[in-house]
């Protein structure tokens, strides 16, 4: 069988990722390979750091991907740091504090899984409680959840923590580079991220960072792999080879203790996705996001739908609409991606077929995105049949929105 | 700080990877991301399945990348089919031999590792005597060792291993799509690559394959995360989450569960890259590599260095140099990148510094590349003081290679 080249369509990615690589990303993507010890290369992953430092807000000596999507980056601070019989609280409000659990079950934890209706996030207090009464090693919880759109307050519980002398384990995949994160600030010991949702870099990658808290635990359990060192042994170490971030962080580090083969074009995309962050601002960035994520409520508030999420607990960049009555989700997501070329995502879970949930995220997050959206969203409920949709009145009432900034219009 | 755009030098890599990318393929991995349930996406990872098959010479169900370099692939194989207290037998010959001995023994297994002079290979028949009297569930071996350069024949192994119901794990990282791999002819129950050699794709994928009978252990440990089915248990669940192989084959078959999100623009990378291979033949190009080793060859030993190989049990693709006396190896890779612009590597463990490494994979692998490393090499040992080099023979002795090949020139 013969293959033609490679045909990609052209969408508007309008999903919590993930979505558009901003395209001076992709060009850097596009340059040629060059060696793993090339000069030049360390030098962008010493770079790459310190850009990952300032989107991060923090002064730790570590921050660096891991090779792998978003979940590699999760697994691998949690395998190293969590001993078996370790007491971990992990407090879920959504699928991917689910996914910590799992990972944090697979380590062999004393694990105590809170959970919570979806949609919902926790009261500050009553997780300090929690915390109190369990008395754990770590504590382990997501941001922001992209399944349900919820956002989790974290100053509180992170000074609980460091008080306390519990590792506060973050997980900012859709937050990182769009909405307001502070690492150091928040008291948070290590916060994984991922590429492809703000950051607006191609998935792949997934950025974190830690502090010497961590590091100390690394650094007891470090185990060098046997092709470089026959004699090294340590009863504590890590499980995984490759997720051990003992090793990565040397590889990362000046010693260069060669670990993996880094990801040459992901190295090229993620520096220049950082550099861009660094050109618009961050706080400008996370400004940006802000702005457009209210245009798209106040633009969907005036269609008529029904707004899954609490709007004072939302998530900035991503948004679930309740499918209206009568009306097939799956069928509404098709005409969006085959009729507009507009792709917005299903939900998970409880929320499977009675939500779909838009994101506005990293190059994406533009203000003919929005309208763009929101047009197509209106046409595409009326065709498929819903009741009570006030045609036009949406995409009016963003324009309004954006009007009505004046001189504090986002720059796209 | 402030960062200028990313500038990458260009190199020609003459090491045993990572190796240049194709420029098709770099440009097919600049395309615009689209989302991971896009039809156009899923579609693209039924194709490279399928283009995975024709290259692992396999007709086995499953073939398709892990989401990690090399070694993840490695690891997600030895950790799915390995159970604490199993007996794995690995057989190392260097570097990336105790590396499978490294994850086996991360694994929990009861494993015996056999150690081998590193340059050297096993003699199958002792090998297979070596298997009897420790009768393992599972061998596990490197093909093609690029620390050394040597290459391990395993059709015999191979068919002891199927004969004895053992299962045979292969690497195949340099090897794949540049030397002679027979998949299923050879009975290897599952071979694991990378991209960043002979298939001169950007690093970040582990591109693997196994059959039906590793297919059964992952059925047996196969348990769902949470995030997806809260109820799923299974006592012999696979330890790690990210590297799960029994829950990534169901996001890359039919049931399209969804464990991470595929990398787009390295699965745009690995499709054309595979395309490519496919219509220059995989024959043909195992052809052009072996042609270009001998060229290699024949100008090092016109060149009057010493080649570190037995030549009757070298890979074709990777090349190791004795260091000539008196010369410090470090300068000599130096003056290579910074002078010629041509990469090589140096050597690992016992082998480094008194020997450099020369690869021929992939888009690299060229007449060019071929000439102008020799011209140079030649160059740069006269240039530190080398003694006894012929200058200008073993370039002389390549071309003439080529000239007497008549109408049986590589294409490149």
């Known amino acids: 069988?013969?293959?033609?080249?490679?045909?990609?369509?052209?969408?508007?990615?309008?999903?919590?990722?993930?979505?558009?690589?901003?395209?001076?990303?992709?060009?850097?993507?596009?340059?040629?390979?060059?060696?793993?010890?090339?000069?030049?290369?360390?030098?962008?992953?010493?770079?790459?750091?310190?850009?990952l430092k300032y989107v991060f807000k923090t002064n730790n000596k570590e921050a660096f991907p891991v090779s792998g999507t978003a979940r590699s980056g999760a697994e691998a601070v949690l395998n190293s740091i969590i001993e078996p019989g370790d007491k971990v609280l992990v407090p879920s409000f959504g699928r991917f504090g689910?996914?910590?659990?799992?990972?944090?079950?697979?380590?062999?934890?004393?694990?105590k899984l809170l959970e919570q209706e979806w949609g919902k996030i926790y009261d500050p207090e009553e997780l300090i409680k929690?915390?109190?009464?369990?008395?754990?090693?770590?504590?382990?919880?997501?941001?922001?959840?992209?399944?349900?759109?919820?956002?989790q307050p974290l100053e509180e519980v992170?000074?609980?923590?460091?008080?306390?002398?519990?590792?506060f384990v973050v997980d900012c995949v859709p937050t990182l580079g769009g909405v307001e994160f502070k690492t150091d600030e928040w008291n948070i010991d290590a916060a994984i991220s991922g590429t492809q949702k703000c950051l607006a870099v191609p998935t792949g990658y997934s950025p974190l960072t830690y502090n010497d808290r961590v590091g100390k635990i690394l650094e007891e359990r470090k185990k060098i792999e046997m092709g470089l060192d026959l004699k090294s042994e340590n009863p504590r170490r890590i499980q995984s080879n490759y997720l051990d971030l003992s090793q990565i962080q040397e590889y990362w580090g000046p010693s260069r203790l060669n670990h993996h083969t880094e990801p040459t074009t992901l190295l090229y995309g993620l520096r220049e996705g950082l550099r861009l962050i660094q050109e618009e601002g961050i706080d400008n960035r996370i400004k940006r996001h802000t702005i457009h994520g209210e245009?798209?409520?106040?633009?969907?508030?005036?269609?008529?739908?029904?707004?899954?999420?609490?709007l004072d607990t939302k998530m900035p960049v991503v948004t679930l609409v309740e499918t209206p009555e009568g009306v097939d989700e799956a069928k509404?997501?098709?005409t969006m991606v085959n009729d507009f070329g507009i792709e917005i995502a299903g939900?998970?879970?409880?929320?499977?077929?009675?939500t779909f949930r838009i994101g506005n995220m990293g190059y994406g997050c533009r203000k003919d995105n929005i309208l763009g959206c929101l047009a197509a969203l209106e046409a595409t409920?009326?065709?498929?049949?819903a009741k009570g949709i006030n045609v036009g009145d949406g995409v009016q009432a963003a324009m309004e929105f954006y009007k009505n900034l004046g001189d504090d219009q986002p720059a796209v």
Chains 1, 2 share one sequence.
């Open 347 to 354: 939900g998970f879970g409880p929320l499977a077929g009675k």
């Open 98 to 111: 689910y996914l910590l659990a799992e990972m944090v079950e697979r380590s062999g934890a004393d694990m």
């Open 130 to 151: 929690e915390i109190k009464e369990f008395g754990p090693k770590v504590v382990a919880i997501v941001h922001g959840e992209s399944s349900t759109g919820a956002l």
């Open 332 to 334: 509404i997501r098709a």
């Open 381 to 385: 409920l009326v065709y498929h049949g």
């Open 1 to 51: 069988m013969a293959y033609s080249e490679l045909v990609v369509p052209k969408h508007s990615i309008m999903t919590p990722g993930p979505v558009e690589a901003d395209p001076r990303v992709l060009q850097a993507m596009a340059n040629p390979i060059i060696g793993q010890f090339d000069p030049a290369l360390l030098h962008m992953m010493d770079e790459t750091k310190e850009l």
């Open 295 to 310: 245009a798209l409520v106040k633009g969907l508030q005036a269609s008529g739908v029904k707004i899954f999420n609490d």
């Open 158 to 167: 992170g000074k609980f923590c460091r008080e306390n002398d519990i590792l």
